[in-house]
């Protein structure tokens, strides 16, 4: 580590699929570091369901590589009212993917001239006149500091960037998944099911086959109670109809929660916000690999392409259609929640039910 520069053109905190992109183009104007608290390959929990945006945008970089999609290579999205037994596909289509291979492939896209640098994890950081302090702690808890013209922060969705920013934190769903041995054939489906006994706390589950497992997920909403064993009463209705096994791993995370406008944050000064850290996921729907790419991609750009402090209006220029996505969706958020929604839901028909999915 002593052997690093002390400054970077540009720094960008996070390797996820927001990170990658933001420094691939943020490497246009000069050296970037690209500092992740995990150790690569990283493990992110996910569905690995990449929809047609995120499958278009990758389409500049060959499309996702064949060796990391799984069996079933295409799921269509469902809605699935458990309680009614009412099943409506859509023409929604995704491609399967192992989130970890996913992941790795991205960071290999990145040109020579950005540093990774992992495990590191950003402290803190100060903005002055002529540029931007950062600190941070390496894999021993040795302090490490450079300088940059731009930081940018692609987080995810407890963003030590944006919480030192003061830009206002987004609160965040609880989501429980297991990886449940298939006994059995599923449809090829990414089940959205929604059950009523669980409690109100609970949002929705998805199921998804994997190869030989199939992905069990719960949402929760944020402060929910017990929420592993709600997993356990969720598992356990599933499992009266469909053939899943024990769990062979279970992983707890978070997803950020996007409930007004205001969670959608470009940045400060001489940083910028991306992905999950800048509010920058589907509200309805909980996708974000597409959002992260799109505005990782962006906010690199603006960097790439502008003077340090030029760049974050660049970004809020390019990025505007981003955010009036995010708003056009957060209206049709209160309807979908209510049981008013979910009950009529059931009575839509399935190609309608298609074409008001594809806009959330
Ligand atoms: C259970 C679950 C299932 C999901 N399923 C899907 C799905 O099927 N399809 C889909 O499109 N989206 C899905 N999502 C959402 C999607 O995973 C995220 O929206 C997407 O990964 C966001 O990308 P990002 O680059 O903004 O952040 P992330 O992918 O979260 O990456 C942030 C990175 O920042 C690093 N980091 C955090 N703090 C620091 C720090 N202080 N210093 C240095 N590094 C730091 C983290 O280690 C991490 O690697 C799911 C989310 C969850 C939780």
């Given at each position: 580590m002593s052997a690093l520069p002390t400054s970077y053109d540009t720094i960008v905190v996070g390797a996820g699929p927001a990170g990658v992109m933001a420094a691939v183009h943020a490497a246009a104007r000069g050296d970037v570091a690209l500092i992740d608290s995990a150790q690569l390959?990283?493990?992110?929990?996910?569905?690995?369901?990449?929809n047609e945006f995120a499958q278009e945008f990758l389409r500049d970089f060959g499309g996702v590589p064949d060796d990391m999609v799984l069996d079933p290579a295409w799921v269509n999205f469902r809605y699935h009212d458990w309680?009614?037994?009412?099943?409506?596909?859509?023409?929604?289509?995704?491609?399967?993917v192992d989130r970890r291979a996913f992941d790795d492939w991205l960071v290999s896209l990145l040109p020579d001239n950005v540093t990774v640098i992992s495990p590191a994890?950003?402290?803190?950081?100060?903005?002055?006149?002529?540029?931007?302090?950062?600190?941070?702690?390496?894999?021993g808890?040795?302090?490490?500091?450079w300088r940059c013209a731009n930081l940018i922060g692609c987080d995810g969705p407890r963003s030590t960037v944006r919480r030192t920013l003061g830009v206002g934190s987004v609160s965040t769903y609880v989501t429980l998944q297991d990886f449940c041995r298939l006994e059995g054939e599923i449809e090829p489906y990414f089940d959205c099911v929604y059950?009523?006994?669980?409690?109100?706390?609970?949002a929705y589950a998805y199921v998804v086959p994997k190869g030989d497992v199939?992905?069990?997920g719960s949402v929760f909403y944020p402060k929910t109670k017990r929420p592993h064993l709600k997993q356990e009463l969720t598992l356990g209705m599933l499992a009266e109809k469909l053939p899943?096994?024990?769990?062979v791993k279970r992983e707890a995370w978070i997803a950020l929660s996007v409930r007004d406008r205001s969670d959608v944050v470009f940045?400060?000064?001489?940083?910028?916000?991306a992905g999950e850290a800048g509010g920058f996921m589907s509200p309805t729907s909980g996708e974000g690999i597409s959002y992260a790419l799109n505005t990782g991609r962006l906010a690199g750009a603006a960097v790439g392409g502008a003077a340090p402090l030029d760049a974050l209006d660049a970004y809020r220029a390019s990025a505007g259609h981003v955010s009036r996505n995010i708003s056009r969706k957060l209206k049709w958020l209160p309807f979908m929640e209510s049981q008013t929604g979910k009950y009529l839901a059931g009575f839509v028909p399935a190609p309608l039910v298609s074409r008001v999915t594809k806009g959330l």
């Open positions: 390959p990283r493990d992110k929990s996910c569905g690995g369901m990449l309680d009614r037994r009412i099943k409506k596909p859509t023409e929604l289509r995704f491609a399967n994890s950003l402290v803190t950081f100060t903005e002055e006149d002529d540029g931007v302090t950062v600190v941070a702690k390496g894999a808890s040795e302090q490490l500091s059950m009523r006994d669980i409690g109100d706390s609970f199939a992905i069990v899943l096994g024990p769990s940045g400060s000064g001489r940083v910028l916000l």
